[in-house]
């Protein structure tokens, strides 16, 4: 069974700094993974994806991840923070059987604050 | 774009209640998902639909059940609503298999 483990429901960091959201994954199969990103009072937001091919991943507004096969990690990271970029995120995997519709699993979610 | 419509932003309920939640896209996906979001817990799937008046259970469907009368429209349903079901509801669609999933809103649901 697939399973999603983000380490740390709070980081917070100073605007220009890097930011490392963490994320370890379980999964029998090769995985897809995403991250996504949940402003105040919206919706979830791709951020990026990873399924086959290339192991660093980028995606918008800056933010790359990647995926780590051998320490099964899918880590997001971001060179310098930006104020708009608090809000909370949550890391998927995704289960590969056609007729389960591609069902995401998704961990606990890290909210993450950005200090002026 | 993708536009993943739900059918209210904030509902208040009362105990008992029959709810209904609505959910619209309009880019022809096939799958489409129920998520219930609650602090320190993430995202936990309700039920999901691969086609339409198909139907599979998640991980938490006590207490809900769903209806997929159209390719666009997922609705999900309380037939007695708890206190214990007050949650942001999520919806999601997306095309099939492990492509992308695209979000609504959410709808926050109090029940009194």
């Known amino acids: 069974a697939q399973s999603v483990t983000q380490l740390g429901s709070h980081v917070s960091v100073s605007e220009g700094a890097l930011v490392l959201l963490r994320c370890n994954y379980s999964?029998?199969?090769?995985?897809?993974l995403f991250w996504y990103v949940q402003y105040p009072n919206q919706g979830l937001q791709l951020l990026l994806k990873?399924?086959?091919?290339?192991?660093l991943v980028k995606g918008i507004n800056g933010f790359e991840a990647e995926f780590k096969k051998s320490e099964t990690s899918f880590h997001l990271t971001k060179p310098s923070a930006h104020m708009s970029d608090a809000a909370e995120y949550f890391c998927?995997?995704?289960?590969?059987?056609?007729?389960?519709?591609?069902?995401?699993?998704f961990g606990q979610g890290t909210e993450l604050s950005v200090k002026p | 774009d993708v536009k993943v419509t739900q059918s209210s932003r904030y509902l208040v309920k009362r105990t008992g209640e029959k709810v209904f939640l609505e959910c619209v896209q309009d880019?022809?996906?096939?799958?489409m998902f129920w998520y219930r979001q609650d602090p320190g817990l993430g995202l936990r799937l309700i039920y999901f639909?691969?086609?339409?008046?198909?139907?599979e259970k998640g991980d938490i469907p006590e207490g809900y059940s769903v209806s997929r009368e159209k390719k666009e429209r997922f609705s999900l349903i309380l037939e007695s609503a708890s206190t214990n079901q007050t949650s942001m509801y999520l919806c999601?669609?997306?095309?099939?298999?492990?492509?992308?999933?695209?979000f609504g809103p959410g709808t926050r649901l109090l029940v009194l």
């Open positions: 999601a669609s997306s095309l099939g298999g492990q492509e992308t999933q695209y």
């Open positions: 999964s029998s199969v090769p995985p897809y």
């Open positions: 990873y399924t086959t091919g290339a192991t």
């Open positions: 998927a995997v995704s289960t590969p059987y056609y007729n389960q519709g591609g069902k995401l699993i």
């Open positions: 880019m022809d996906h096939e799958n």
């Open positions: 639909s691969y086609d339409v008046k198909m139907k």
